[in-house]
């Protein structure tokens, strides 16, 4: 409905192509780190209990400096500071009789009839609400956790067991979204044994409770909860609402297209009661919209329908936030997208038409009829009306919000489409938090993504030409575990600048950001575009917004270090490396950018000549990601060969490497030398090695042999390389200072 007509909802492979063609195509992150460089030079910790799984709850507790950890058959509290160290568990298993009976009922003993913690909420300074699974019979129970944080208690509260229908859902593969608003629980779940009751519930606190209409397609039908939040809408605490956010098989498609599945934002009143006569302790302003992530194109929109995660940034205006979400695709190509809602743009989609279904062929249209007053999803406060309860909403306004639950309008991002997306990626988007970022141009959001391999990406939202539109930059690609598993769960700490990530295996705990391992020069760290990051003359590091200008250089919307790193004279003196080769063999040339952006750029200076040309990329070259391989060669391709990175229009030189060809003669004379030279010490063996074997067969053919490769080793961002001391005998290398040579036109038939 709206821009998501029903010939649209599914995209083909016309459209999938045009995706691609319009830049759309996977993005490549600057660094990558695995989960063994993580451990050992970023402090990545982890934890996990033994014979113990699923850590899908987590909740960030500040003022105790405490993590709180659902998993099966424990609450665990973790220290914010360092989660390895000061954890206490209290073990919460079902009782023996509900494990039973729960696998009488055919369900498996040992993977299915545990209490799987599935909802964990602060209640107040003192306690928590937690929500289980228990073995198919869902339950709640207040926990302690004590007043201070130099003595965390955690223990169940004696008589505080209760039953947590409604609350927590029976079966623990599915999912639980709610949230605490003083001391309501408003959540949707599944309330029965078979999970066909779906419903978004109000328990707790003085107040009755209520539902929503059971059973009825048109308001659920068979929905997905993702998140739920409380945004206030005015000033008056009368006209707050609770958001939730859900994907649900869509009534209003076309039944050619079948079970199609789309993405929901629905509203209810915190101050409904239900109707007098009609939808008794039923929501009577309850309402919902379609949330549409989609690229738009000339065929159609290609949409992302599942939605897997929300999160609220909050802003200065607490009725306005920003929504980040994360979508993937159920259609003919794997792909996943962030998209970025206003609430300004929520409320529009619900005073919008509401959808209504008549005409010989049951179409859907705007409903074009009087629209009873009160207005349907208005609440009783005095902003908007004179009614002070729902029990006081005339009839027909309940039996239009009863039929009419869906509004025609749908919600769209800002800037109309995706801000960060990935197709093919081999991965889908799981999870999402955000963090609000001080640089020294401004405030940026930085986004953490979760997904399916156990990694989590850093991604920027840079301004794009004018507002609202914005482009998202992949800067990291972190793999936070080394299982792969799926990430489950996800909390940010803008005050402790940590991330923790939880599994079904184990909870992970990263720094936010990672400045040394942007590099060891200036221009390194302003290409970064790392808000967290700056440089402050010497190193890259954490940029603190107090300090003088000067020592904060720093481009995130540009990256453009021509002008601030101009004049740097940090960066380390390139070295010429000297290599020889033999006439006929190979040689390979290592250089890799630490930046998995940048390509590299060659260039040669014969011998005795000034002017500088670029190596081809045909013909006997082989232009790799590690380096440049040189086949069959030749006398005349002596000489110096410089590799640069370039990215974003920037050159830095990385590598300067003198080859020597020699021909048969020179090069068993050189054997013969080494020969009687002492035998060094056993040392890694050389990669490339192997990777010469494979291309020339022979150890590089003619009389090359071991002795077509001299070679240092480059500093890389994937292979950490310690300090390599001076040797005698065969492995000498021979180093001398750079000298700078003129840039000129040269040909390349040389090669």
């Known amino acids: ?312 940034l909050p802003s200065k205006d607490r009725q306005s936030p920003l929504l980040y979400t994360v979508f993937s695709t159920s259609s003919i190509f794997q792909g996943s997208a962030v998209c970025v809602y206003s609430m300004s743009d929520v409320r529009r989609a619900f005073l919008g038409p509401f959808a209504h279904k008549e005409g010989p062929m049951h179409q859907w249209v705007p409903y074009q009829g009087r629209v009873p007053y009160p207005r349907p999803g208005m609440c009783p406060s005095k902003t908007f009306g004179t009614f002070s309860s729902t029990k006081d909403f005339p009839d027909d306004v309940i039996q239009f919000a009863r039929n009419h639950p869906l509004m025609y309008n749908s919600v769209l991002p800002m800037g109309g489409r995706p801000l960060f997306l990935q197709v093919s990626s081999g991965y889908t988007f799981t999870q999402i938090v955000v963090d609000r970022v001080a640089a020294a141009d401004g405030h940026y959001d930085v986004l953490f993504i979760g997904t399916d391999t156990g990694t989590v990406l850093k991604v920027i939202s840079v301004p794009k030409g004018s507002r609202p539109n914005s482009e998202g930059l992949l800067l990291e690609e972190l793999q936070v575990f080394e299982d792969s598993a799926v990430v489950t769960s996800m909390q940010i700490s803008s005050k402790r600048h940590q991330l923790y990530v939880a599994s079904k295996s184990a909870v992970a705990q990263i720094s936010l950001h990672r400045c040394a391992s942007h590099g060891r020069a200036c221009a390194e760290c302003c290409l970064a575009r790392d808000p967290y990051c700056a440089w402050d003359g010497a190193t890259c590091t954490r940029f603190q917004s107090s300090a003088k200008r000067r020592f904060r250089r720093q481009d995130i919307r540009n990256g453009d270090p021509s002008t601030l790193c101009s004049g740097d004279s940090s960066r380390p003196k390139l070295l010429e490396q000297k290599v020889f080769g033999v006439e006929g063999g190979s040689t390979f040339l290592e250089c890799e950018p630490r930046s998995l952006q940048a390509h590299v750029n060659w260039t040669f200076q014969r011998v005795g000549e000034a002017a500088r040309t670029q190596v081809p990329v045909e013909g006997r070259t082989e232009h790799t990601a590690q380096g440049l391989l040189l086949r069959r060669l030749r006398r005349q391709d002596s000489g110096v060969y410089q590799c640069a990175a370039v990215e974003q229009g920037f050159s830095q030189p990385l590598r300067r490497v003198a080859l020597h060809v020699l021909n048969a003669a020179q090069a068993e004379r050189l054997a013969r030398v080494e020969e009687t030279m002492p035998a060094a010490p056993p040392g890694p063996k050389l990669w490339y090695r192997d990777f010469l074997q494979l291309v020339e067969p022979g150890g590089g053919g003619g009389h090359g042999g071991a002795h077509s490769l001299r070679m240092c080793r480059p500093l890389s961002a994937s292979r950490p390389q310690p300090p390599e001391p001076q040797r005698k005998g065969r492995n000498r290398r021979t180093h001398v200072p750079e000298q700078r040579a003129e840039r000129g036109p040269r040909s390349a038939a040389h090669w």
């Open 1 to 312: 409905m709206g821009r998501a007509t029903a010939a649209a909802m599914i995209p083909g492979l016309a459209l999938l192509w045009a995706l691609l063609q319009g830049g759309a195509a996977l993005s490549t992150p600057r660094l990558r780190l695995s989960f063994q460089e993580l451990q050992a030079r970023h402090g990545l910790r982890t934890f996990r209990l033994e014979r113990t799984c699923c850590y899908e709850a987590l909740l960030l507790d500040e003022e105790h400096g405490r993590l709180f950890v659902g998993a099966e058959n424990h609450v665990v509290s973790l220290s914010l500071d360092n989660i390895s160290k000061r954890a206490k568990k209290l073990a919460w298993p079902a009782p023996v009789e509900w494990r039973e009976e729960c696998n009488w009922a055919g369900k498996d003993i040992g993977t299915e009839c545990m209490n799987f913690i599935k909802l964990l909420h602060i209640y107040n300074h003192t306690h928590l609400l937690a929500c289980g699974t228990g073995a198919f019979h869902p339950t709640c129970a207040f926990v302690e956790v004590g007043h201070r944080l130099e003595e965390p208690v955690l223990r169940l509260a004696l008589g505080s067991l209760e039953d947590g229908k409604g609350k927590s859902p029976y079966d623990p593969r599915h999912r639980a979204a709610s949230v605490l608003v003083g001391e309501e629980l408003y959540s949707g779940v599944a309330a029965d044994l078979m999970g066909r009751d779906f419903t978004i519930f109000r328990s707790l606190g003085q107040r009755p409770s209520v539902r929503t209409e059971p059973h009825d397609s048109r308001w659920l039908n068979e929905p997905k909860f993702i998140k739920v939040f409380w945004i206030p809408e005015s000033e008056n605490p009368d006209d707050d609402k609770i958001y939730f956010f859900f994907r649900e098989l869509a009534v209003e498609a076309a039944p050619a297209l079948g079970r199609l599945s789309l993405s929901r934002v629905g509203q209810i009143c915190r101050n409904d009661v239900g109707g007098q006569r009609s939808l008794v302790n039923k929501w009577t302003t309850f309402l919902k919209a379609r949330l549409v992530c989609s690229v738009p194109g000339i065929e159609g929109d290609t949409y992302f329908d599942h939605l897997q995660d929300v999160f609220l």
